[in-house]
C-alpha cells in the first residue's frame, strides 16, 4: 500500500468539497477493486479504513475535479483530471511546475494582508492588464483570496469577476506551504493529464477498464426552468445530458460513480444503477437555504 503524505490534500477551499465523504468514498471505491485484486479479508480491512486501492495501472479520471478532495485521498499513479474553471486548473498547473515562486507570492500576500489590500487584489481583474498576469501570479492571487474571503466561496458576477466579499478571519492561512508542496511532489511524480474544459471530453474518451469518478454541481430541483441559470451553470438538462454519458461509459465496461443531491430526478435518471444514501454537511454554498446537513447520492455501476 502506498502510505499518503499527511499534507496531501485540498489546497483550496471548494463549494462541494468532498473532504467529509472521503470515507464512504473509499469504502466504495475499494468495492470496485474485490474482483480484479483479489483482496483477503484481512487486506480489505486495513485498505477500507485507510486508502483506497486501485490497481497500479488502473486509469482514474476525475471531470469535475474541484479541489481535488477525492483525487488527493485515491493518489491514483495515472490520472486525468478537468475542470471548466480556468483559474483552478492554472493553480493545479502551476502548483505542478512552479510551486516555488507560488509559494514566494503568497507569503507576500499573507504579509500584505489587510481588508484593503483585500478588495485592492479582488478588485485585479476589472483591470486590462489583468490578462497580462503570469500564470503563477494569477494562481496565487486566486488561492489568496479563496484563503481570505467569504467562506471560500468562489463567485464571479455577470461580467466574470470575482465578487465574494471580504471574510474577517482572524488569522487565515494564506500560505500553506507544507499542502503546495505535497500536491507539486503528487502532480510532478505521477503520470496526470491536467485539462481544462468540459467534462464530456475527458469523460468520453475513458477507455474500458477506466475509473471516472462524477462530482458534479449539485442537482438543485427549485429551478423555474429546465435550462434556466443554474449553480455552476450546470443547468438540469446537463444533469440529464450527464446521466447518459453514465449509461454510455457503463456499457463500454468503464467503473463509473457518481455524487449527487439526493433529489426525485437522480432516482429517475439512475434507477438501474445502484444508489446509497449519505449525509453531508454542506458548510459552502452561494444560497443560504442550501448550507447544512443535507442528504447525497452516491451512485455506482458495480453491486
Ligand atoms: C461539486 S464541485 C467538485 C468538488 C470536488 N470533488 C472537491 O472535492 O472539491 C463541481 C466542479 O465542477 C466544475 N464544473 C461545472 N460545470 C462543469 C462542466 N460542464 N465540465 C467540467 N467541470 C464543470 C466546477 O467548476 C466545480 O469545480
Redesign the pocket.
Do not use: I, Q
Given at each position: 500500500m502506498t502510505l499518503r503524505p499527511p499534507h496531501l490534500k485540498?489546497f483550496?477551499k471548494?463549494?462541494?468539497?468532498?473532504?467529509q465523504l472521503l470515507p464512504v468514498i473509499r469504502a466504495t471505491l475499494n468495492s470496485t477493486q474485490l474482483n480484479s485484486t483479489q483482496l483477503n479479508s484481512t487486506q480489505l480491512n486495513s485498505t477500507q479504513l485507510n486508502s483506497t486501492q486501485l490497481n497500479s495501472t488502473q486509469l482514474y479520471i476525475?471531470?469535475?475535479?474541484?479541489?481535488?478532495?477525492?483525487?488527493f485521498d485515491v493518489m491514483p499513479s495515472r490520472a486525468v483530471i478537468?475542470?471548466?474553471?480556468a483559474l483552478?486548473i492554472t493553480c493545479y498547473r502551476v502548483i505542478r511546475q512552479d510551486v516555488h515562486e507560488l509559494i514566494e507570492r503568497l507569503e507576500a500576500h499573507a504579509a500584505a494582508h489587510t481588508e484593503d489590500y483585500f478588495y485592492t487584489i479582488r478588485a485585479e481583474d476589472r483591470d486590462e492588464s489583468y490578462d497580462a498576469q503570469s500564470p503563477v501570479a494569477q494562481a496565487a492571487r486566486l488561492i489568496y483570496l479563496n484563503k481570505t474571503c467569504f467562506n471560500g466561496l468562489?463567485r464571479v458576477n455577470r461580467s466574470g469577476y470575482f465578487n465574494t466579499p471580504y471574510g474577517a478571519y482572524r488569522d487565515p492561512v494564506i500560505c500553506d506551504a507544507p499542502v503546495l508542496r505535497a500536491v507539486h511532489c503528487y502532480l510532478r511524480d505521477n503520470d496526470v493529464t491536467i485539462l481544462h474544459?468540459?467534462?464530456?471530453i475527458p469523460a468520453r474518451e475513458a477507455p474500458p477498464g477506466a475509473l471516472v469518478?462524477f462530482?458534479?454541481?449539485?442537482h438543485t430541483p427549485n429551478q423555474r426552468n429546465f435550462t434556466q441559470y443554474a449553480a455552476?451553470?450546470?443547468t438540469e438538462a446537463?444533469q440529464v445530458e450527464l446521466a447518459a454519458v453514465f449509461r454510455q461509459l457503463s456499457a463500454k465496461g468503464v467503473d463509473c460513480l457518481l455524487?449527487n443531491s439526493d433529489t426525485p430526478l437522480m432516482h429517475a435518471l439512475y434507477a438501474d444503477f445502484h444508489i446509497d444514501i449519505v449525509r453531508a454537511t454542506r458548510a459552502i454554498n452561494a444560497r443560504a437555504s442550501e448550507r447544512g446537513a443535507v442528504n447525497e447520492v452516491l451512485i455506482r455501476n458495480w453491486s
Open positions: 485540498p483550496l471548494w463549494a462541494g468539497g468532498k473532504r476525475e471531470p469535475f475535479v474541484g479541489a481535488g478532495a477525492v483525487l478537468n475542470d471548466t474553471n483552478l468562489y474544459g468540459d467534462y464530456t469518478y462530482d458534479p454541481p449539485y455552476d451553470g450546470f446537463n455524487s
